[in-house]
C-alpha cells in the first residue's frame, strides 16, 4: 500500500521555465510534508518543508503548495536550471508521533531541465 | 557533505551471509534512520534510534536487526541475505526524533550473489 505517492516518474523542462513535480498521500494522518532532492551516487539532501497549518511555504526559487482536502502537494521551482536536475522524493509523516518519526517516501519523480 | 558517514561503500557477498552496515550520525544528532532503495523503488523506512534506544520500525525484516551505541553511532545487521536483499542502504540522522530534517549519508550499496 503505496501512501505517498508520485505518479511522474519522471519530468523533462526547459531551462528558466517552471518545474512543478505533483504528490498525492492516502493517510490522513500525515501532517508534515518534505520534499528531498537526490543526485546520483549521493544520498538525498533535504529541500523544503510545509506543516499542515500552512498552504504555501517558499525558500527562493522552491515553493511547496499543500492542499490538504485533495491530499495533494506539489513542488515548484522557478525558474529551473540544469543543476536542478535530480530525483525529488515527497515524504510526509504525522506531526505528532510522539516522539518518534515515521517517514513515508514516494518513489521518486526524475526531473531532467534542458539547457 | 552531509556530515553523516557509512561504510562501507559497496559490499558484495554471497547469499546466506551476513554483513554489518555502519553509520556515524551528524556531530549532535541524537535520531538515526536507516532506510533501503531497492531498484527503482522508493525510500524504505526500516528503523529509528533516539539517543540508543529504538523508536519507530517499519518495514524491517526479522532478518535484518539495529542498535545505536553509547557514542549514537549506529549499525544495521542483514543475515541470511538473500538475492532480493540487494539495495542501496542509507543511514540519516537529525537532532531530534520529531519532523527535524534528516541528514542521509552516501549510502551503501549492498549487492548480493
Known amino acids: 500500500d503505496q501512501q505517498v505517492k508520485q505518479n511522474s516518474p519522471s519530468l523533462s523542462v526547459q531551462e528558466g521555465r517552471i518545474s512543478i513535480l505533483n504528490c498525492d498521500y492516502t493517510?490522513?494522518?500525515?501532517?508534515?510534508f518534505l520534499w528531498y532532492k537526490k543526485y546520483p551516487a549521493e544520498g538525498p539532501t533535504f529541500l523544503i518543508s510545509?506543516?499542515?497549518?500552512?498552504d504555501k511555504n517558499e525558500d527562493g526559487r522552491f515553493t511547496v503548495f499543500l492542499n490538504k482536502s485533495a491530499k495533494h502537494l506539489s513542488l515548484h521551482i522557478v525558474p529551473s536550471q540544469p543543476g536542478d536536475s535530480a530525483v525529488y522524493f515527497c515524504?510526509?509523516?504525522?506531526?505528532?508521533?510522539?516522539?518518534?518519526?515515521?517517514?513515508?517516501f514516494g518513489t521518486g519523480t526524475k526531473l531532467q531541465v534542458i539547457p | 557533505d552531509s556530515g553523516v558517514t557509512q561504510t562501507p561503500k559497496h559490499l558484495i557477498t554471497a547469499t546466506g551471509q551476513r554483513v554489518t552496515l555502519r553509520c556515524s550520525p551528524r556531530?549532535?544528532?541524537?535520531?538515526v534512520y536507516w532506510y533501503q532503495q531497492s531498484l527503482d523503488q522508493g525510500l524504505q523506512f526500516l528503523i529509528q534510534?533516539?539517543?540508543?534506544?529504538?523508536?519507530a520500525k517499519g518495514n524491517i525484516l526479522e532478518r535484518f536487526s539495529a542498535q545505536q551505541f553509547p557514542d549514537l553511532h549506529s549499525e544495521l545487521n542483514l543475515s541470511s541475505l538473500e538475492l532480493g536483499d540487494s539495495a542501496l542502504y542509507f543511514c540519516?540522522?537529525?537532532?531530534?526524533?520529531?519532523?527535524?530534517?534528516?541528514?542521509f549519508g552516501p549510502g551503501t550499496r549492498l549487492t548480493v550473489l
Open positions: 540519516a540522522s537529525s537532532q531530534s526524533g520529531t519532523n527535524n530534517e534528516q541528514f
Open positions: 515524504a510526509a509523516s504525522p506531526l505528532n508521533s510522539g516522539g518518534y518519526q515515521k517517514v513515508t
Open positions: 493517510n490522513s494522518m500525515f501532517d508534515y
Open positions: 534510534y533516539y539517543n540508543g534506544e529504538e523508536r
Open positions: 556531530s549532535g544528532d541524537l535520531s
Open positions: 510545509i506543516s499542515s497549518i500552512k
